[in-house]
């Protein structure tokens, strides 16, 4: 068995518990994997922003991501596991803000005013499934309408050019389209899940969330102080753009279970869409999809 590989997802708590050295405290024998700018997008400019593509956090599981325990969206999470992807963390998870944003200028005031409007997404990735989910509150599901463009930074450059009506948004680039005056129309925030991969076992991720827990409690309490990390997950062109300070702390780990109610609503949910091909839907239940139990301990 290897090293345990850890990644930044984006949010801060990895990167707090690296600094602190809570990874290590735990006994972890790791390896850090710091995803660079490029990987995350390529884009600086709409030219090289992709304007439609169907691919995305489900696929990336299918291919097999760099790491053993990976962060994405509840909905993601829930069918890549019962696909046979790995095997979904059911003793916490977390909650980002998330939301979609039109542009200051835009005559799109309220939710309703979305009729029929596509609204840039990440496809089978968490913007996706909150999208609708959110939308359809507000409006019939025939009028819902959605455009796939890429990856988060993808949906913030074109949306920043004025090359989309309106894109979903959560994390940093979030943050930023609000300092730069562009208007929420409706929050879209949604669950996160982890799915442990490769040869990760279970006493590993146990200290990885332990680690996590104690990086959470230090961004509570004074998040300022780790708001910086931020500016690595964004192009030099939003950095010149923002004044850190004036960010949220994102995503927030909540260390409770993910019920088995929860797993089979979502799965009948996403199968009333009816958002996935079958050969990518699984048919395994909660309790091979999930690790469950045993619950952290108080650190």
């Known amino acids: 068995m290897g090293r345990f590989r850890i990644q930044s997802h984006a949010r801060l708590q990895e990167w707090v518990a690296e600094e602190k050295g809570y990874f290590k405290d735990e006994g972890l024998d790791y390896e850090f994997i710091v995803k660079p700018i490029a990987a995350w997008s390529d884009v600086q400019s709409t030219e090289s922003a992709p304007q439609e593509l169907r691919a995305g956090a489900f696929e990336s599981f299918e291919e097999g ?10 909905w993601t999470v829930n069918m890549a596991a019962s696909a046979g992807h790995g095997r979904m963390w059911g003793r916490a998870y977390s909650v980002t803000p998330s939301g979609i944003y039109v542009p200051p200028e835009s ?20 913007s996706h499934f909150s999208t609708l989910q959110n939308l ?5 599901r025939e009028e819902i309408k959605l455009h796939f463009a890429g990856l988060l930074l993808d949906r913030l450059v074109l949306l920043v050019d004025r090359k989309v009506a309106a894109a979903s948004l959560f994390g940093a680039p979030l943050y930023v389209a609000e300092q730069l005056g562009f208007r929420k129309i409706v ?3 949604f669950m996160i899940g982890h799915l442990i991969t490769g040869d990760a076992n279970e006493e590993e991720v146990e200290r ?19 708001k910086h990390y931020f500016l690595r997950e964004l192009p030099e062109r939003f950095q ?14 909540v260390f409770e279970p993910y019920p088995k109610e929860v797993f089979e609503r979502t799965r009948r949910w996403i199968e009333s869409w009816n958002l996935f091909p079958p050969e990518q839907t699984g048919n395994a239940g909660y309790e091979s999809s999930v690790v469950q139990e045993h619950p952290l301990p108080e650190t």
């Open 65 to 74: 991501r760099a790491c053993d325990l990976s962060a994405a969206c509840h």
């Open 107 to 126: 005559p799109i005031k309220k939710p309703e005013d979305l009729a029929n409007v596509p609204v840039t997404a990440g496809y089978h990735s968490g």
């Open 136 to 140: 359809e509150r507000f409006l019939k």
């Open 187 to 189: 929050d879209t925030s």
């Open 208 to 226: 990885y969330f332990r680690a996590l827990r104690r990086a959470q409690r230090d961004i509570d309490i004074e998040p300022e102080l780790y």
């Open 240 to 253: 010149r753009m923002v004044d850190i300070r004036m960010f949220g702390p994102g995503e927030r780990l």
